[in-house]
Each structure stands twice: as structure tokens, then as C-alpha cells.
């Protein structure tokens, strides 16, 4: 046997046991999910309601204990002492409940990605373990040690980082705790209070750092985070389909995943403005807009009004008015509610008019069948209704957009051209940048809320009952060491009204619930309001926040972070960089990097992390427009080189225009290259799975692919995204980039 036959022997005994002890863990669990079940639906409301509560927490752990099958154990530190430690997915003990593995986010495992032969941090040597299913395939060491021969790489575990840069696409972004670089595990483990900004350039994994922070955070403040919930913030859905799979990998399934468009529950925003429109409705003056837009519903009359109810006179005076809204407004409460203030007071300064026969004021109880009286009458609620009208916001966004003397009256900084741009008929779809506005306007006018308020004081007693009864179980040792739970997690699981009721479900069904943290990817397409209404949903201000303002899109996006952030923030905010890039080939990334650079973009610095030889083709076709000939044989041919059953993936990208007719023509030339049956298996899969695609710029923004033919540049470039599109487009393939263009390549393409 070789020494490192023996090692791989050593190792693959230990990882047999970790696995070993999963599968326990495992079993266990179900046993108790079947003791629970088994006891069926008897018993009183509340031990039903204790037994659901169990079963839902044993099958999360169940679900937690399968999810961390692949590559449960993927390394080894040994340090100074002989000391030797595990670290791998989550943290196991033995029946003992002596350590045998390290959850990749305890403080114990941070040398694992931190420790560097300057800073070596008591590790003599780092072992990354290569695993095949269950299987020790190789192992990879670095000696730490200051006098040691072997001279360390700047990255850490290379072999591994390249094997998994170089492995073929799936369409679904996979986790990389085995092999999170030392300036990622700063980010990820960087402390929860503020907002952190992590700016950097297309691939140095801004998207794969924010959702290990994620995972991070809830491990290292379960308690505050599990209760108050994590909001992560995607630019659509495919976006967050192409991320869904990586924090069940790592174990945490309770972050809420949205998009701004979803921001509302119970409002569907499909509709999508033109990029102007969308720029005029980020604009963060509609604060004040919507502001006026509700004050414009509480207006004193142009004149005193008569009216006579049951045969006595009254005045509904312009005066009394006046300072019944005045008083209202003082209450500082949403236009809906405060507009109960307003009429109690109105109903009372009406009822002030009619004195008994000695000019007296009536006795309270008189004067209170009387206000009854008053309320019920038409008249006098017509015009308190004029006066402080009840609105909801999606009326009051509707009103600005169809009625241009609204708009005028509420939006004096907009010129006539861009009222004209919002006009809108009442009832159309609403669009992405309608949420932030209506999100606004639910701020200021209220919900609609008398129930509401009912039931939330009805959950409140019932969740101090919970709370209460809790910690008296937790207290008789009912719950076991199978599910680490704190009072506080079981109480709300035994005040919600199903068993399967979690924070996260919680958390998206209330527009009003505030987060313990935010995590924002591509932030640099939010508008000013979309900013107000996520900084609304964290009052703490704890956010992770992920983008790159040189691939900026949005008109109404981020071109510096300072410009979009302390007018919000102040300083509440730390800026930081990530500058290698683990998707794109050097050679790919520095022409990308020239192009955005000569075009004017704030590109930050960016080192590729490899190169791959034959990274980039460029071909040149004669004619008008791009030949759809040329382009479909240059797809097919990078499908036959890349395309497997289990993985690899092919996209053309194109000017937005180009997309139909492309897709057609690479449909068709598919059979050709792969086979009938090859080219049928991938034409039966879902669009948004295809391993060949066709897509336009904005479609492919956060994605990758193994490989990318990217069409006529200069016509990307001169769409609506302009280069920041191109520098996008340029940035998607992990392994090669083939140009077919006709016009000129833009300027920077060629060194
Ligand atoms: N430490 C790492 N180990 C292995 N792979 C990594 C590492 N960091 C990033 N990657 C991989 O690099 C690719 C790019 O990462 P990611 O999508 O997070 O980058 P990004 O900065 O968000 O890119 P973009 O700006 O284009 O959205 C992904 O495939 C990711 O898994």
C-alpha cells in the first residue's frame, strides 16, 4: 500500500463513521416522527397541538439530516498538539457527545478557510477531502507550517476550487462551503449588525457568499434570526430557482425568498414598465408624492355645508373642519385609521351645535344618541367622506395615474412629458415599480385594519399562553436532545394555527412583518423606493447587500453604492470588495473587463481565478444581420463539446430581437449535432431547464454557463441595458466564449 493508499484508507474509515452516525441520527428521528404520529389525533386542543409542534420540528431535523448527504465531511485540520478536528456540513457528536464533526460555520472551523502560512492559526496542515457519494476519492493537503518547504497558492484547496470551476453546469447553483476563499469567509462571517455592501466584479461569487452569510448567521444567532425570520431579496424568479437548492444544501430552509415585485402579499405585479416609465416611478420624490397624494384626501371644504337631520339645522363649518383634520393628523396613525379620530371629533363639534332649551350643553347620554344619529345620516357622511376620505392604495396609485389633475396636484417636480409617460387606465396590470409606490401608500394610509388589530391582540395573548406552557415543557423535559429548540421556537410553533405554520410562512403572508435580516443579490437594480421598501422590513438595518454597479440595467439602478445608500443609511452602511472570479477565464475576463472599461463603466478590479485554453473564438460573418445559420452551427457544435445527460450547458445570447428566430434555428440544427434522440431529451425539457437556450441579456443576469455564443455584440450594446448588457453577456460561460458578430466589435474587444 502507498502512504497515500494509507491516507485515503484513514480518511475513508473516518468519513464511514460520520456517515454511519448520520444514518442514526437519522433513524432516530424517524422513530420519534412515528412515536408522535402514532399517537394520532387524541387528547385534549392542547396535547394535539404540543404533538403537532413535535412532529413538525422532527421533520425539519429529518429533512435537515438528508439534506447534507453530499459531501457531508470535506476536510481536515490537524493542529499544533496533534489535534485533529473534522469539518463538514453540520456538526455531529457521537453517542457520547464527544465532537466528531465541525459544522462549517462554528468558530472551530474558521481556520479551515482562514488560516494561511503567515497566519497559520495553530493548523499545521489543511486536508481537503475529495468525496464521490459516500466514497474518498483523493485528498488534498497544504502544509501551514512557517518552515515548511511547500509553497502555499493564494487560494486555498486549489485543486478542489478548480475541479469545481471546471465541472459542468447544472442550471442550479450548488454550494461551495468546501472550498469558500479566505476574502469570502471574512464576508460571510462578518458580524450582523449594519449593512454590509459587497461590491464585485461578474463571477467572484457575490451570490454564493451572500447565501453562506445566510446560512451563517442563522447558525451563529439562531435564536434572534429563527424567530424574526431572513428576507432574501432575488431580481426575479427564475433567479431564485437557479439559487433554491444551495441553503437547503447547507441545511437552513426557513429564509423567505422574494422579489421586489412579490414585495405585497396579495398583490401580482406581472405587468413591466418601459425602462423610462420605470425610471420616473423609482424615483425616491414619490415619498412626497404619495404623501401629497393622501393629504389631497383630507381637504376642507370650499364652503360651511347646511344640513338638516331629523328636523334640527346644522353646519358642517370649513373651521371645524379644518381643525378636526389638524387634530387627526396629530395622531401620527395611517390616513384610514386616523380618519375615526376625525369623524368622532366632527360628530362631537356637530353635536356641540344643538344646545337643550336653556342653551346648555345635552347630557352625555342625549349627546350620544344624538352623534348615532348624526354617523348613520347620509348627508353628514357624504360630507365627512369628502372631508377625510377612506382610500385604499391601490385606489389612491390608480387615481394619481388616471386622473392627470391628481398627478399634477401631488407630483409638481415631474414635468409634463413624464406625467404623460405614467398615464394609465384604472384596473391595468401592475407593474414591478407599482409595489414600491403601493407599498408607500400602504404606509400612510393603513392597512384596513380594525380586524387586523383584533386579531393580532387575539395572537398576542394566545402566543404568552404558548409561551408560557413552553417553557413548562421544555422545563419537564418532554422535548429531547433529537431537536435543540429554546421555548420561544416551540411557543410560536404552538401558537400558530396548523402544525406546519414556520416563521418563514409567517413572515411572507404579512406585509407589515419586520425581519432580524435582509440579504439583497443584484442590488444594483434597485430604484430609491424599491430601497425604502425593503429598509422598511428592517428596522434593525442588518442587510447583506450584493452587486456589481458596473452591470447596472435598470435606469432607475445603482451606479454608486454611496449615491443610492447614505441618503438612506448615513453611515450606518461598511463597503466591501470581492476580486477574483471563479466563473469567467482570464481571457474572457479581461476582454470583458477592456470593453466595459473603454466604455465608461465603474468596473472594479477583477482577477480570474484560472484561464481554460481556447477560451474565446471570435467569428466574423459577412452581411447584413448576424447569419442565423452561423450562429445556430456555432450552438450546436458547442453542445456536442459540452452537453451530457447529467450536466453542461449551452446559451446563445442576443440582442433581445434576435431570441425567437434563434431559437428556432438552434432547435433545429440540434439533431444534426447530438443525435435525434439527444436533441429530443433536451427539447422535452422545461424552457428555463434547457441545457441549450436562447436568451436575451437581462435573462441570463446572475446565471452561468458552460458555454456561452454570444451574438453581435454591438447590437447588445446599443439595446436598452447598453454595455452594462454587453459586460453581463460577456461574463456568463465558466469554460468558453464564441463571438459571431457582422457590425464592428466594440471598442476594448481587441487588446
Ligand atoms: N470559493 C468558491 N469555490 C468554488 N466555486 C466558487 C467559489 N466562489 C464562487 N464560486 C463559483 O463561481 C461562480 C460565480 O459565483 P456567483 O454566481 O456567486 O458570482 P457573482 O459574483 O454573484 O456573479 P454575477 O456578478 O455574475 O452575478 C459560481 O459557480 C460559484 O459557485
Not at 400612510?444 to 402566543?463: S, V
Not at 463539446?641 to 425567437?660: K, M, S
Request: charge should be negative.
Amino acid at each position: 500500500m502507498t502512504g497515500i493508499g494509507n491516507e485515503l484508507n484513514h480518511e475513508q474509515a473516518v468519513v464511514d463513521v460520520l456517515y454511519a452516525r448520520l444514518d442514526e441520527l437519522r433513524e432516530a428521528t424517524r422513530g420519534r416522527l412515528r412515536d408522535v404520529r402514532l399517537q394520532g389525533a387524541v387528547g385534549t386542543h392542547q396535547n394535539r397541538s404540543e404533538r403537532d409542534a413535535f412532529a413538525t420540528l422532527y421533520e425539519d431535523r429529518a429533512a435537515q439530516l438528508d439534506a447534507v448527504e453530499e459531501r457531508l465531511a470535506f476536510g481536515r485540520l490537524d493542529l499544533a498538539g496533534d489535534e485533529v478536528r473534522y469539518v463538514g456540513r453540520i456538526g455531529l457528536n457521537d453517542a457520547e457527545h464527544r465532537g466528531i464533526l465541525t459544522d462549517w460555520r462554528a468558530p472551530a472551523a474558521e481556520a479551515f478557510y482562514r488560516a494561511t502560512a503567515l497566519h497559520p492559526a495553530d493548523v499545521v496542515r489543511r486536508r481537503h477531502l475529495v468525496t464521490k457519494g459516500r466514497s474518498v476519492t483523493g485528498i488534498e493537503d497544504e502544509v501551514l507550517d512557517l518552515d515548511s518547504e511547500i509553497e502555499a497558492s493564494s487560494l486555498s484547496g486549489e485543486g478542489a476550487l478548480l475541479a469545481s470551476m471546471a465541472a459542468g453546469r447544472t442550471g442550479r447553483m450548488t454550494d461551495i462551503v468546501a472550498t469558500i476563499q479566505s476574502e469570502q469567509d471574512r464576508i460571510i462571517r462578518s458580524e450582523l449588525t449594519g449593512t454590509l455592501v459587497v461590491q464585485g466584479g461578474p463571477g467572484t461569487g457575490k451570490t454564493a457568499v451572500a447565501l453562506h452569510r445566510a446560512a451563517y448567521l442563522l447558525y451563529a444567532h439562531r435564536r434572534l434570526l429563527e424567530r424574526s425570520g431572513v428576507l432574501l431579496v432575488g431580481p426575479n424568479r427564475a433567479f431564485l430557482r437557479y439559487i433554491d437548492q444551495v441553503l437547503p444544501s447547507l441545511g437552513e430552509t426557513g429564509v423567505v425568498a422574494t422579489t421586489i415585485a412579490e414585495l405585497i402579499p396579495g398583490v401580482e405585479a406581472s405587468g413591466t414598465d418601459e425602462p423610462f416609465v420605470a425610471h420616473v416611478k423609482g424615483r425616491g420624490l414619490w415619498r412626497r408624492v404619495i404623501r401629497r397624494a393622501v393629504r389631497a384626501r383630507e381637504r376642507v371644504p370650499a364652503a360651511d355645508l347646511p344640513v338638516r337631520v331629523e328636523g334640527h339645522d346644522y353646519e358642517i363649518r370649513r373651521r371645524d373642519v379644518r381643525d378636526a383634520i389638524a387634530r387627526a393628523r396629530r395622531s401620527h396613525k395611517p390616513h384610514n385609521e386616523a380618519r375615526t379620530t376625525f369623524v368622532k371629533d366632527m360628530l362631537g363639534r356637530l353635536a356641540d351645535q344643538v344646545t337643550d332649551v336653556d342653551g346648555a350643553r345635552l347630557a352625555a347620554e342625549d349627546r350620544t344618541g344624538l352623534i348615532e344619529e348624526l354617523r348613520a345620516h347620509r348627508e353628514v357622511r357624504v360630507a365627512l367622506n369628502l372631508a377625510w376620505f377612506p382610500i385604499t392604495p391601490q385606489k389612491l396609485l390608480e387615481d394619481l395615474y388616471a386622473k392627470p389633475h391628481r398627478l399634477a396636484e401631488a407630483a409638481p417636480e415631474l414635468n409634463d412629458a413624464e406625467r404623460a409617460l405614467l398615464r394609465r387606465a384604472p384596473g391595468s396590470v401592475w407593474t414591478e415599480s407599482d409595489v414600491p409606490l403601493l407599498d408607500e401608500a400602504y404606509e400612510l394610509l393603513g392597512e384596513d385594519d380594525a380586524l387586523a388589530r383584533a386579531e393580532a391582540a387575539q395572537a398576542a395573548a394566545a402566543e404568552a399562553e404558548a409561551l408560557e406552557h413552553a417553557r413548562n415543557v421544555l422545563a419537564s423535559g418532554a422535548a429531547d436532545t433529537m431537536i435543540q429548540v429554546d421555548a420561544e421556537t416551540l411557543a410560536a410553533r404552538f401558537a400558530s394555527t396548523g402544525p406546519s405554520l414556520t416563521t418563514a410562512e409567517r413572515a411572507a403572508a404579512d406585509r407589515r412583518w419586520t425581519f432580524g435580516h435582509v440579504v439583497v443579490d443584484e442590488a444594483q437594480e434597485l430604484s430609491p423606493m424599491a430601497w425604502h421598501a425593503l429598509v422598511r422590513r428592517v428596522p434593525t438595518r442588518s442587510m447583506t447587500v450584493v452587486g456589481d454597479v458596473a452591470q447596472t440595467s435598470s435606469p432607475a439602478g445603482a451606479r454608486d453604492w454611496s449615491a443610492m445608500l447614505t441618503p438612506l443609511l448615513r453611515e450606518n452602511w461598511r463597503l466591501t470588495e470581492l476580486t477574483v472570479s471563479y466563473r469567467t477565464p482570464a481571457t474572457v475576463a479581461d476582454t470583458a473587463q477592456r470593453v466595459a472599461r473603454a466604455g465608461g463603466l465603474p468596473v472594479s478590479d477583477l482577477v480570474a481565478a484560472r484561464d481554460v485554453d481556447d477560451a474565446l473564438a471570435v467569428v466574423r460573418v459577412d452581411g447584413g444581420e448576424v447569419s442565423v445559420a452561423a450562429v445556430a452551427h456555432e450552438a450546436a457544435t458547442l453542445a456536442k463539446e459540452f452537453v451530457e445527460p447529467e450536466a453542461g450547458r449551452v446559451a446563445v445570447i442576443a440582442p433581445a430581437h434576435q431570441v425567437p428566430v434563434l431559437a428556432g434555428a438552434v432547435d433545429r440544427a440540434l439533431p444534426a449535432a447530438l443525435g435525434e434522440a439527444e436533441a429530443e431529451r433536451i427539447g422535452a425539457q422545461r424552457p428555463e431547464d434547457r441545457q441549450v437556450t436562447v436568451l436575451g441579456p437581462r435573462e441570463t443576469k446572475g446565471l452561468e454557463f458552460d458555454a456561452v455564443v454570444l451574438v453581435e455584440p454591438a447590437g447588445i450594446a446599443a439595446g436598452p441595458g447598453a454595455l452594462s448588457d454587453l459586460y453581463v453577456s460577456m461574463t456568463r460561460p465558466t469554460q468558453r466564449l464564441v463571438v459571431v458578430h457582422t457590425e464592428d466589435l466594440p471598442e476594448g474587444f481587441t487588446a
